[in-house]
């Protein structure tokens, strides 16, 4: 047995080894979700779909991971709190980084008005990160490389802040049914269809943003 034959299996042992003992180190989460999630926890494992319940708080520290299992979804009627820091983001993917491999992460009714992403990534998603009927805050954030559409604003008068949102497989942002959010000072980058979709009854304030790459048009306009 060669020299280089040898240390390509004890690379290959070292591998395996440290990925054992990051799953052994995982924290495993389905169901309800509350409290708070900490870098002593992470990575945080969703085995099945989360939902964080109104009147309930979960709080994330910066650099904590979120790793979700395949079909699985976070959905949010409550308050989340996710701080991250220009260097330390909060990441929500999915656990094989295959892209539409999780569903959503959704804030849902007036409850998770509250809710704030800072500094956060969230990536791989089929749905992207969906506004229903609720208005967080999502500022200095990536959201990138979802199957369908990154972000949908729906009924809500959420606020999308410096943000970067690319790599959507459809339009980028769509803003539907009686919705006024604010979208400013976004990177809106590579949409196969719109940047900026605006529909039914839908305005905003939608200012100081820079769209690249939009397939058919950077903001399109449909009964707004």
């Not at 972000?151 to 802040?161: A, M």
């Not at 943000?163 to 006024?180: A, E, L």
């Not at 009854?201 to 048009?217: L, V």
């Amino acid at each position: 047995m060669t020299t280089k034959l040898i240390r390509y299996i004890l690379y290959s042992i070292a591998i395996v080894f440290i990925a054992s003992i990051s799953d052994l180190n995982a924290t495993r989460v389905s169901g309800e979700v509350s409290g708070e999630w900490t870098r002593e926890g992470h990575p945080y494992d969703v085995m099945e779909n989360i939902v964080l319940r109104a009147g309930q708080t979960l709080t994330i520290d910066a650099g904590v991971q979120v790793l979700f299992q395949s079909g699985t979804n976070f959905i949010v009627y409550g308050t989340l709190v996710a701080n991250g820091a220009a260097r330390d983001s909060i990441i929500f993917r999915a656990n094989n980084r295959q892209v539409g491999d999780w569903r959503w992460l959704k804030f849902e009714g007036p409850a998770a008005n509250r809710s704030v992403l800072n500094y956060c990534v969230i990536t791989h998603t089929e749905r992207g990160l969906h506004m229903l009927n609720a208005s967080p805050t999502i500022s200095n954030s990536r959201i990138s490389n979802h199957e369908t559409t990154c972000v949908r604003i729906e009924r809500s008068q959420g606020k999308l802040l410096n943000s970067d949102i690319s790599n959507s497989q459809r339009t980028s942002i769509i803003i539907t049914d009686n919705s006024y959010p604010t979208v400013r000072n976004c990177r809106i980058v590579n949409s196969p269809d719109n940047g900026i979709a605006i529909a039914s009854n839908s305005g905003g304030i939608i200012s100081g943003n820079t769209i690249i790459g939009a397939g058919d048009n950077g903001i399109f306009l449909s009964s707004a």
